[in-house]
């Protein structure tokens, strides 16, 4: 099957396809902790261990964007000590590994509500964000106090007092326009949107820029997704014809080819 470059032919294929932005939501630590009758706060512990790999193997892997859900707007409803172990964990994480994803050339940069979260969180995020603006490499996107709707209800807020305002047309509102007023301003969409623990839901996360992303869902828990975890969810990505309303290139016919290459 030659003359097809880019995204594999055959399931059988292979070949992992890098793509630009993978988003991925970490779920199964309290799953795997209790397989192993640990604490749930042992299993998050533990997915901060996997947290630190996907951060390697991702700059490793060339992905220029990884967005980590790391914590969302309806976590708030577990009991009032994992939400401070998870509030705990996000500032070991940033204090104790900061300075290495600086050496890394990791640029950090968070998405979620600010409005609270505790002011030394939001002061640790702050910083994550500002010394690392200048790094050229991987885009760590953590995805805290993050909800899809609270950021689509924002950014229709915003808009809405710019019309208010008499600063925009109702007309000149357009996708783009939305895009750019998200948490995500800055961030391509995601090209492949991957969830662990085998649970197949979304969880109110980048519902707008989802819009095309390839659902990638793995069985494993998060604590246990490994180098070779993500060699095989790059795999399954490579075997995937993204065709964004079009046809494969397979699929044209000599007549479409024609059309669709406007010659
Ligand atoms: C993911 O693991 C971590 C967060 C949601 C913060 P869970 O804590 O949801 O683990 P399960 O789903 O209970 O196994
Ligand atoms: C989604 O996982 C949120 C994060 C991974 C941070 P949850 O475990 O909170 O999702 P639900 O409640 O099972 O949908
Ligand atoms: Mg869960």
Known sequence: M???????ETPQTRTMVVPRHLAVIMDGNGRWAKSRNLSRTQGHRQG???VREIVANAADLGIQYLTLFSFSSENWARPESEVRDLMGLLKLFIRKDLSTLDKQNVRV???GGRNGLAPDIVALLEEAESKTCKNT?????IAFNYGARQELVETFQALAREVQAGRLAPDAIDEGMISASLYSAEIPDPDVILRTSGEQRLSNFLLWQAAYSEFIFVDCFWPDFDRRQLELALEEYGRRN?????LAVDDLTDDAQVVATGS
């Open 2 to 8: 030659g003359g097809h470059t880019g995204i594999a």
């Open 48 to 50: 901060v261990v996997a």
């Open 109 to 111: 940069t968070v998405i």
């Open 137 to 141: 490499g991987l885009t760590l996107v």
């Open 242 to 246: 993204r065709r964004f309303g079009g």
